[in-house]
């Protein structure tokens, strides 16, 4: 695998967990 497209995929995974988690405090 292409360490920048590991990357990129991990920061991807990262910023999307990062905003549900956002979204799941707001709610709260």
């Known amino acids: 695998?292409?360490?920048t497209t590991f990357?990129?995929?991990a920061f991807?995974?990262?910023s999307a967990?990062?905003?549900m988690l956002l979204t799941k405090a707001?709610?709260?």
């Open 1 to 3: 695998m292409d360490s």
């Open 17 to 19: 967990t990062g905003s």
């Open 12 to 14: 991807d995974f990262v």
């Open 7 to 9: 990357g990129a995929n």
């Open 26 to 28: 707001k709610s709260l």
